[in-house]
């Protein structure tokens, strides 16, 4: 007999700002399916934009909605399995595990060429209602999921940050870093923590971090940053030309989410320059082009998800070569997501990762 009950809390999305506590039917394994209890759900920034009615979610801006609903939110998560289906047999109960956001089709060009990442179909947990995803008690993890093993004892301020880390990572491997470079990473949030890290691993000549909030600042000095600087402090721009005999970084990367971040990075860029863009904005960005191309020639590079990068991290985190103590700050019981989320949105009593943990009181 299943352990698993029929019915489960569950956190669900039907529209911009209405989202339901509702009792849902609990997913059972089917094939190669995973049940999974979920030990814990990363409120991201995304989660609150989505909230908030962002045009590039919900499809106000012209162009169709990505999400469908209703649906339960979250892709960062980790937890325990507590089903398999009749044909799986990597996993088996009482593995800890975690999962790509991202569930490929494995069938548009992109996944058989080995970019799964960017799968036409596009499926990301917390989006599409036949990949529901954590905030809630239990989570199906589909045969076309790439599922991880994690170690049993990782401590659960680890395991939840294993996603966010893996697109810090790929971020980090997109701008090529040499250890001959002057590098300026913008966003010292979560994700930015996480570049800090994966960055500092590259040996860069100097590594500097931007931020408006001193408290995040001083963590990115802990990770491994050489300078950090505050843009509502100080000049920034004219501190880097100072540094930089006046040429410009040779690497930015934008993780801030604010529009002022891309203006601020294409001003303080070298010529031929790597410019990194990473964030999800909330707004259109308007810059001008013509730095990137007739005045400096920049390398302009996207970073999408966090692909081939989540075994590293897994290991990084187990061997202490990947910093993260104190990044998850605020935890709440499912009852408690309003709060969550707000935490996560206005960074309050110095909020960094905010994680619901379903199966709190």
């Not at 030990?39 to 909605?65: L, M, N, Q, R, Y």
């Not at 036409?120 to 989570?139: F, L, R, S, W």
């Amino acid at each position: 007999m299943s352990l698993i009950p029929e019915k489960m809390k569950a956190l669900v999305v039907y529209a911009p700002g209405d989202y339901r506590l509702e009792m849902v039917d609990t997913p059972r394994a089917k094939g190669k399916d995973i049940i999974v209890k979920v030990e814990a759900a990363g409120v991201c920034a995304g989660d609150v934009k989505t909230f908030g009615g962002a045009p590039s979610i919900w499809g106000s801006d012209g162009s169709p909605p990505y999400i469908k609903v209703p649906v339960i939110p979250g892709h960062e998560f980790c937890g325990f399995v507590a089903e398999v289906g009749p044909e799986q047999k990597e996993f088996k109960v009482g593995d800890h595990v975690v999962s790509e956001q991202i569930v490929p089709c494995w069938e548009c060009k992109f996944c058989k060429s080995g970019r799964y990442w960017m799968c036409q179909k596009h499926d990301i947990y917390g989006y599409q209602t036949n990949v529901n995803g954590a905030m809630a008690e239990y989570m199906r993890f589909p045969r076309e999921a790439l599922t991880y093993k994690i170690p049993q004892d990782m401590p659960l301020e680890q395991a939840i940050l294993v996603e966010p880390f893996s697109c810090s990572k790929h971020t980090v491997d997109r701008a090529q870093i040499t250890n001959e470079d002057f590098v300026v990473l913008a966003g010292a949030g979560t994700l930015g923590l996480g570049m800090v890290g994966a960055a500092r691993k590259k040996n860069p000549d100097k590594l500097v971090v931007l931020d408006c909030n001193d408290t995040r600042l001083q963590k990115a000095k802990e990770f491994g940053a050489d300078i950090v600087m505050n843009p509502s402090k100080e000049n920034v721009t004219e501190k880097v030309m100072e540094m930089t005999d006046g040429y410009g970084c040779d690497i930015y990367i934008e993780a801030t989410g604010h529009p002022n971040g891309v203006l601020q990075g294409l001003e303080m860029i070298r010529k031929l320059g790597r410019f990194v863009e990473f964030s999800v904005f909330n707004e259109l960005t308007t810059a001008d082009w013509s730095i990137i191309g007739d005045r400096k020639e920049l390398d302009v590079l996207g970073s999408h998800l966090g692909p081939y990068c989540y075994e590293p991290v897994i290991k990084w985190m187990a061997d202490g070569s990947l910093p993260t103590d104190g990044v998850v700050t605020h935890k709440f019981s499912l009852d408690d997501w309003k709060t969550a989320f707000e935490y996560t949105k206005t960074g309050k009593d110095n909020a960094l990762k905010v994680v619901i943990i379903p199966g709190m009181k």
